[in-house]
């Protein structure tokens, strides 16, 4: 399914309402976040954390040197990672997503070329420029019924 949002704040409002959505329901999930840099994949984690609960004094910074970032003051906990200077599956076990993909909601950036490693996700999100237009990204998303179908509700 293929839609826009035109702004930031479109992006935004999405985000924390699948948050609430994701806290209601409050079992483990798993999110991949596609799209070129400054697509806009941190952003809609920002919105998603404040969404799910997680209190607006911790801030949520790109985890792009730190690979993963953990949020427990959420339920389901949040798990934010960003691939993109993983080098191998190696280094992912070590990291111990394994054991958080059990209970947790895992949000990863450029986490396609390990998909073999970590599974399909639940919701898979696309997010990408659109011409002469600063702020609206087109969105597609994949993945369960219930995941396409709240996150398109929601926008
Ligand atoms: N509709 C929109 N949705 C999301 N971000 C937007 C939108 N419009 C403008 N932006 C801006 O685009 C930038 C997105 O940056 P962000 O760090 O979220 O990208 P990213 O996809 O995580 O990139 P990277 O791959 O480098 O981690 C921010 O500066 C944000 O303010
Ligand atoms: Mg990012």
């Known amino acids: 399914m293929e839609w826009v949002w035109k702004t930031e704040a479109d992006t935004a409002n999405a985000a924390r309402a699948l948050g609430e ?20 994949k941190t952003a809609f984690v920002r919105a998603l954390a404040r969404g799910l609960g997680i209190p607006e004094e911790i801030p949520i910074q790109s985890p792009t040197f730190s690979i993963f970032r953990e949020y427990p003051e959420s339920q389901p906990s949040l798990l934010h990672g960003d691939l993109y200077r993983l080098g191998s599956e190696d280094e992912l076990e070590e990291l111990g997503l394994e054991e958080r993909l059990e209970s947790w909601l895992v949000v990863l950036e450029w986490a396609e070329r390990f998909e073999d490693a970590i599974g ?20 597609s998303a994949a993945g369960t019924e219930w995941a396409v179908n709240t996150l398109r509700e929601l926008s």
């Open 120 to 139: 399909k996700p639940d919701l898979l999100l696309r997010l990408g420029h659109i011409d002469h237009s600063p702020d609206a990204r087109s969105v």
């Open 21 to 40: 959505a994701l806290a209601q329901r409050n079992e483990p999930f798993l999110i991949f976040l596609e799209g070129e840099l400054g697509a806009g």
